[in-house]
């Protein structure tokens, strides 16, 4: 299984850097440059403008968008609005970040009415899924929505509502970066544009993810060279580096009974 | 003294790491990532939502405050309102950073509405402290706004109106990197939701930011390699550095007279 | 020929490290940090505000602006016609960066109208610049508008529509790293700020700019450690690497026909 999930990240790769394919990215002010260099050190084209009457346009010309909730500014909600509507357009994946849903009523009240216009996935942490799911299993969430659910944490887990997997891959120092988990969702929307089983690229993806913060922390004295180290690996890993790194988590079906 | 203030900041700093004080931050866009990353590198949480909607609810669930004044777009000063009412209404700290106001008058009139508000602190250089006391002694200023006003430069001085106190740590490169002094504002900000003595917990981060910054050169090769370094340097300082390079600087009344 | 472009850069960084000017930049907010240390490293004061009651203000108190396209929200339109007749003004120049010109037929539309008003110089990528020229030949397009048009790319061309200027250095690195044309858009206009014929300052920075990346990729061990060495090499490119390493492109002419 770690095996199989490997050779998935590293093809998914190999095509993200073949193809070279647009992610246009509604994210916070903070995560904004961070997001911009990781999809670029993957091989991805990001674009970034919440302008109301561009958005549309850049839409139309990605192949892939990620909405992410975070410093949500009233006149974004608009153009996250336009740029929904013309992915579901074009039919391009797209993917729904709730940052910080859990702080906000308001915020999470809109990441509902979002979760239903029909993400390809929906990543969060366990206290934004919970905001989301308001009492739901996942697994049930999931098939609610037609959406493959991501919670991410010490262990990561992806159920697309009929199965589940599962990553343990990751280093303490990624949650001393900010960005890294909005990076990370904008790294997965690359990876739902490749094709193939939507769970799969998610998984795949949290796990190229993981991979990428334990090699990065051998080179690293502290947050600021992590940073500077992470984008270095997602730039440089490979198919070697996958095989023999991966590591499964256990089933968050089990864990929870 | 160098001594007692060193051991003051290596208390703080542990308290940070323990407690994970929350700091919502109102910054500008071109300091916010170095800011959050700032934060995460002492153990605080950072959150960073200007929406009027919202900031409400993100100070209620905050410890700390910051307000800087950078890039000010005319909705942020209905947040900042919203944000300073709502710590008042909880009794958290606020630290104000009236960045720039020396470089436009709509901006120093706002500051000085905002002193009046009841900050915990003023952090300035030597020209906004300048715009904002308009020829009032520091000192009186501190006395009149009942706040510890902080005027940053080669060495720090500190005062809440009846004790100085004056710190000569830092590196020329602190000036080569954007966002330094916003980042040190919101350090600051954690170090004041410690409780203690406000004028010693302003001067002891003022000294954990200095020497950091020593630290970082260290492992520089010019600006860029030393921001990395200084997110590490403020992760791993510790007692013993503290009170090894700690230097304070001469008294700012002796200076004046 | 190299020799003297060189000569010209050295002479051209040396005035910026001497009068440290007070570049005004209205950029996207992704480009904003990366562009602000960069302007630091070579010497420079950025300054960034969009807002419209405080543009003029901080445009009157520089000495160069640059106005980058990225990230166009409306209220930003009305900003950048304040500081561009802030700058006419003042008679200081002006850099028009039309980011993403070809993506957006809306913001095409509003880069046409800007080159009208006087730009120093226009910098942007073979399509962008094609965006804007609609199908005018480049020297044409710099007598047209009176400005200097740099085409930037594998190699680099500079025309003020009489004279045509080409650099062939730089490194791959470059295009992994976001924000790297912003900052170097930034960086030219603080090389306009020194005086001497246009074109030969916008290559001239071009050259330089193309040097530190080749320095920064030895340093590098991927686009995360390239940023950050990057803006060392910024900070320390003198006069002896710049004659070293100066290489220039094919004309732009002879490669058209």
Known sequence: MPAKLARIAADRLGLIRARR????VVTNTVAQTFTANALLA????PSMTTAADE????????DGLLVNLGTLEAD???AIRIAIAAAEDKGIPW???????DRSPARAAFARELAGL??????????EIAALAEG????ALARRLGAVVAQTG???HVTDGTRGLSVANGHPLMAKVTAMGCAGAAITTAFLTCGGEAAESVAAALLALGIAGEAAAEEARGPGTFAAAYLDALHGVDALELATRARLGPDLREKRS
């Open 42 to 45: 993957i091989g991805a084209v």
């Open 76 to 78: 974004r909600r608009g």
């Open 136 to 139: 739901e299993a996942i697994d």
């Open 118 to 127: 029909g993400p390809a996935a929906i990543r969060g942490n366990a206290a």
């Open 21 to 24: 394919p647009r992610i246009h």
């Open 55 to 62: 958005i549309g346009a850049f839409v139309a010309g990605a």
């Open 154 to 156: 010490e262990s990561d």
């Open 95 to 101: 993917l729904l970040d709730p940052v910080f849903i």
